[in-house]
Nanobody, 123 residues
Framework: QVQLVESGGGLVQTGDSLTLSCEESGRTGSPHVMGWFRQAAGKDREFVAGINRSGNTRIYAESVKGRFTIFRDKSGNTAYLQITNAKPEDTGRYYC????????????????WGQGTKVTVPS
């Protein structure tokens, strides 16, 4: 059974950086496509970034492009989301997701989800 566990969230100030991690266990076969989504209080969950199996294709939401970087380790078991120049609008719970399909912004394409890690950037 695939499990995803996120870590690395916390309280950061505007302009700070932090890196979120997502460790996958229980996978058999090829690495999954990995994605990061976030949900702010009272809002719908939104796509943040995605990376394909080999790590050479990455897609981002326009709101984070240039500030966030998604990458994964060589084993394919851990995905990361590096946040730089954090802004108050980055506040939310960040979820890692895994997919056997192609990298996508569509949350319905992802079969497996973690419990999330909270990021707070005070205004």
């Amino acid at each position: 059974q695939v499990q995803l566990v996120e870590s690395g969230g916390g309280l950061v100030q505007t302009g700070d950086s932090l890196t979120l991690s997502c460790e996958e266990s229980g996978r058999t076969g090829s690495p999954h496509v990995m994605g990061w989504f976030r949900q702010a209080a009272g809002k719908d969950r939104e796509f943040v970034a995605g990376i394909n199996r080999s790590g050479n294709t990455r897609i981002y939401a326009e709101s984070v492009k240039g500030r966030f970087t998604i990458f994964r380790d060589k084993s394919g078991n851990t995905a990361y989301l590096q946040i730089t120049n954090a802004k108050p609008e980055d506040t939310g719970r960040y979820y890692c997701a895994a997919s056997r399909n192609f990298v996508s912004r569509d949350s319905t394409e992802y079969e497996y989800w973690g419990q999330g890690t909270k990021v707070t950037v005070p205004s």
